[in-house]
């Protein structure tokens, strides 16, 4: 993500505003035979085993304490895939790549992390009113970024599921990230370090996640 003030990711954020329809999570990550051989063909053997490797993650994991499911998924993600900037990889100024997308290519940047994870997290179980895909500036980097966050109960302190560090820990923990915007499949609103943010609408004033919804419906590469 090339937004570096928080004024350019603000006017980012107002230059995705467009439409959202609804997403069968289930539906989208169930990994076809068909799809792990194009996979394979397209991108090698150890792309398909990646892919393989998130299959078993979703069926092992359904059962395991929320706060272990989110340790195993942060811990996949940050230690499977490469950090790879949209522009040198998919030769875009900015694209959300699908969970699919991410694994097979087994690059991407902070946004294909976070919504990894967030996808990921739904399948196992994990409520959507609990997560958070948030809009950071991240001041080490002197630029935006993206993170998970996880809240146990609208009112805590959540979570930070983050590329940048492996360990996951509260946003007061977090001093190097300002929060800015987070949403998820209903909603959107001004962050805050601590409780939910105030909301400011639906996450349909995304394009870039309404775009992504739908290669996820279609399990595109």
């Not at 179980?125 to 993170?147: P, W």
């Not at 820990?169 to 609103?189: C, E, H, I, M």
């Given at each position: 993500m090339k937004i570096s003030?928080?004024?350019?990711?603000?006017?980012?954020?107002?230059?995705?505003?467009?439409?959202?329809?609804?997403?069968?999570?289930?539906?989208?990550?169930?990994?076809?035979?068909?799809?792990?051989?194009?996979?394979?063909?397209?991108?090698?053997?150890?792309?398909?085993?990646?892919?393989?490797?998130?299959?078993?993650?979703?069926?092992?994991?359904?059962?395991?304490?929320?706060?272990?499911?989110?340790?195993?998924?942060?811990?996949?993600?940050?230690?499977?895939?490469?950090?790879?900037?949209?522009?040198?990889?998919?030769?875009?100024?900015?694209?959300?790549?699908?969970?699919?997308?991410?694994?097979?290519?087994?690059?991407?940047?902070?946004?294909?992390?976070?919504?990894?994870?967030?996808?990921?997290?739904?399948?196992?179980?994990?409520?959507?009113?609990?997560?958070?895909?948030?809009?950071?500036?991240?001041?080490?980097?002197?630029?935006?970024?993206?993170?998970?966050?996880?809240?146990?109960?609208?009112?805590?302190?959540?979570?930070?599921?983050?590329?940048?560090?492996?360990?996951?820990?509260?946003?007061?923990?977090?001093?190097?990230?300002?929060?800015?915007?987070?949403?998820?499949?209903?909603?959107?609103?001004?962050?805050?370090?601590?409780?939910?943010?105030?909301?400011?609408?639906?996450?349909?004033?995304?394009?870039?996640?309404?775009?992504?919804?739908?290669?996820?419906?279609?399990?595109?590469?």
């Open positions: 003030t928080l004024s350019g990711l603000r006017k980012g954020i107002a230059a995705l505003i467009c439409g959202l329809f609804t997403l069968t999570v289930a539906a989208t990550l169930e990994i076809s035979e068909a799809l792990l051989l194009e996979i394979r063909n397209e991108y090698g053997v150890v792309a398909e085993q990646r892919v393989i490797q998130w299959q078993k993650l979703m069926q092992t994991a359904k059962d395991l304490p929320e706060q272990e499911k989110l340790e195993r998924v942060n811990d996949f993600f940050n230690q499977n895939v490469d950090f790879v900037d949209d522009l040198i990889h998919w030769s875009l100024e900015d694209y959300w790549a699908t969970p699919i997308e991410f694994l097979a290519t087994g690059a991407g940047d902070c946004e294909d992390y976070s919504i990894a994870k967030y996808f990921t997290l739904l399948e196992l179980g994990v409520d959507e009113n609990k997560m958070r895909i948030t809009y950071v500036k991240a001041y080490q980097l002197n630029q935006a970024h993206m993170v998970l966050t996880y809240f146990a109960t609208p009112k805590s302190v959540p979570l930070v599921l983050d590329n940048l560090i492996p360990a996951i820990k509260p946003a007061t923990q977090r001093k190097d990230l300002l929060p800015v915007y987070s949403f998820n499949g209903s909603g959107l609103w001004l962050a805050k370090s601590r409780g939910a943010g105030k909301r400011v609408g639906g996450s349909d004033r995304l394009s870039l996640w309404s775009e992504l919804k739908q290669r996820m419906l279609q399990n595109a590469l």
